[in-house]
């Protein structure tokens, strides 16, 4: 069976993801050394350095998303069923930076698909949450683990039909949030998939450096963050950087 990475990068005007992405890469053959397939545009393979041996997919992305004004282009997660040419699959924001193996533990589930229901924020030391209105918890779509099952394959199957029909499926939910976000996406499926039960979950939360932190140096092992007058040390656990000045780090 195989195991791997897919990851989506995708430049805009304002953000670089293309060197995020190169710093996320390393981090991957370093602690997880898997292989990685990177889905992209040809605009930003050619932003790329050397990366070694990486598998690139090109095609044309959605450019019609926005994020706080600005572009965001991220709507192509429902296709990586498609995408990925492995047997299990750990789909990762590029922003997600590993500096430890946790992923690849937890690869080794019998479960056929996992994804966060949880995040906290590592300089306040407090839980993500957000005021909404929604008749469901969202899940946090910045890492997926997958086998290809049938039940899968309709994960993302009823995911794509929520993308295409959100403004229904936000009125169904009572979800205010305007533009599709993979998080209520992937909640709305895995409710609708599951039967409105249970369903299995990645049993941490995902550590998250908030976007309005700074980052001061980022390191072998992990990243020295200020937010206001407080300065923090993290090593060794896999960070999720809002702030997209990670890459000018």
């Known amino acids: 069976m195989t195991t791997g990475v897919l990851l989506y990068c995708f430049d805009t005007s304002q953000v670089a993801y293309s060197k995020i992405t190169e710093r996320c890469v390393a981090l991957i053959k370093k602690h997880l050394k898997l292989p990685i397939t990177v889905v992209t545009n040809w605009d930003t393979y050619k932003n790329f350095g050397p990366m ?74 407090e839980k993500m949450e957000y005021h909404r209105d929604a008749m469901l918890d969202l899940v946090w779509a910045t890492v997926l683990i997958f086998r290809k099952t049938p039940r899968t394959k309709a994960i993302f199957d009823t995911v794509r039909l929520v993308k295409q029909n959100y403004v229904h499926y936000c009125n169904l939910y009572r979800i205010t949030y305007p533009n599709f976000r993979n998080d209520y996406a992937f909640a709305i499926a895995l409710n609708q998939i599951s039967g409105h039960g249970d369903y299995d979950i990645i049993p941490d939360s995902i550590a998250t450096v908030p976007a309005d932190a700074e980052i001061l140096n980022l390191e072998e092992n992990g990243a020295v963050v200020r937010w206001k007058d407080i300065t923090v040390k993290l090593c060794d656990q896999d960070l999720h950087f809002l702030t997209k000045e990670v890459a000018n780090v």
């Open 52 to 125: 070694g041996m990486i598998n690139y997919k090109i095609m044309d992305n959605e450019t019609n998303n926005t994020k706080l004004g600005k572009p965001w282009y991220n709507l192509e997660r429902h296709m990586a069923y498609d995408h990925s040419p492995y047997d299990l699959t750990v789909v990762m924001d590029v922003d997600y930076f590993c500096y430890s193996d946790k992923l690849l533990r937890l690869a080794n589930t019998e479960s056929d698909f996992l994804v966060h229901k949880d995040a906290h924020d590592v300089i306040k030391s």
